[in-house]
């Protein structure tokens, strides 16, 4: 009995093997090794083929796998192995054989200049529209994912707001709600343009500052653009509209000693608020005053935004009075 299960295995696997397909591809555009290792990376990505090996000094990549493996790896590859900056005014789309709801999509960058800016946007993509299957080619700024009809879609429109002239200012909020197992109306994928911000240390506080006071843990800063996008409820998007609104302001220009309050809606010990503490015109000065109002009142959300010398806190109704109290005295000092 073991042995005619042994020569079962055996017979299955020659069976598997011989339904591979072995093929070499060779490079036409992609010059240097770099650029080869990315495309070698986005293939096997997309195609879950295991082996795939780059000769740099033949300029070919080989793999092998099954007939719809190869396929993909063949539409894939001429799509990524192109001249820099051959930007396709449409993505190009590739049906999984065999599914009725997978696709692969190759997105054509028009306006990311740096390998930096195009990272960005695919660790924005990974984290909010939570795709396993997405990689990048830096010379002809490409981005491929792998997913469902919803997840390409939030992948275009997120792509949409992203890929565009630094050089010529957005505002507003961009909003898109995907489709899925979770209710459209329950999670949305938000945009928003930050005008003041002049360093990414400076819109990397402002994010410090969403996450700490709404709690959003999907958020992601596009630099290039100065854009914040976040996942978040609409509870939740609403407190950040909130909170961007006010420290999305020149330098210098505050509101007069602290913001009106803001209650996060079903939030325990959700009352907000936004400070601008006297004597704070060093990064350690502020976190003094923001480690005084945690000691003093107890509060666990207080964050220093050293780009307008903010205090930006939340906690009960007394919390937030006691707050105020504290740095109304200590300006008196």
């Known amino acids: ?104 999509r190759v997105f054509s960058l028009a306006n990311v200049q740096t390998p930096q800016a195009l990272q960005e946007i695919v660790n924005m993509i990974r984290s909010l529209v939570e795709m396993r299957y997405v990689g990048a080619v830096t010379g002809p700024r490409v981005i491929a994912i792998r997913g469902t009809n919803n997840e390409s879609a939030a992948t275009e429109w997120l792509i949409g707001q ?21 209710p459209a109306s329950t999670f949305a994928t938000r945009v928003f343009y930050v005008k003041n911000a002049q ?53 210098g220009v505050q509101s007069s000693g602290a913001s009106p309050t803001f209650q996060l809606a079903g939030v325990r010990d959700g009352v907000a608020r936004v400070f601008y503490p006297a004597r704070t015109d060093t990064p350690q000065a502020l976190q003094e005053v923001v480690n005084l109002v945690r000691a003093t009142t107890n509060v666990q959300r207080a964050v220093g935004v050293n780009a307008n010398k903010a205090l930006v806190m939340r906690g009960s109704a007394d919390q937030v009075a006691r707050t105020d109290q504290l740095l109304t005295e200590r300006a008196k000092q």
């Open 1 to 104: 009995m073991r042995l005619k299960i042994l020569v079962l295995g055996i017979v299955l696997a020659a069976v598997a093997a011989a339904q591979n397909v072995d093929r070499v591809f060779h490079f036409a555009n992609t010059s240097t090794p770099q650029g080869r290792q990315q495309v070698s990376g986005v293939i096997q990505q997309m195609t879950l083929i295991g082996g795939v090996s780059i000769d740099n000094s033949a300029n070919v990549l080989a793999l092998s796998g099954t007939t719809g493996q190869i396929a993909l790896a063949e539409w894939l590859f001429n799509e990524v192995d192109k001249p820099a900056g051959a930007a396709q005014p449409t993505p190009q789309e590739f049906r999984v054989p065999g599914s009725n709801d997978e696709v692969v």
């Open 162 to 182: 992203l890929d565009r002239p630094v050089d010529k200012p957005n505002s507003g909020v961009r909003d898109f709600r995907m489709a899925g197992t979770v």
């Open 199 to 251: 360093t990414p240390q400076a819109l990397q506080e402002m994010i410090n500052a969403l996450r700490s006071i709404t709690e959003i843990m999907r958020v992601v800063a596009y630099n290039p653009l100065k854009a914040i996008a976040l996942r978040a409820t609409a509870d939740q998007a609403a407190a950040a509209e909130w909170l961007i609104n006010e420290l999305d302001k020149p330098a």
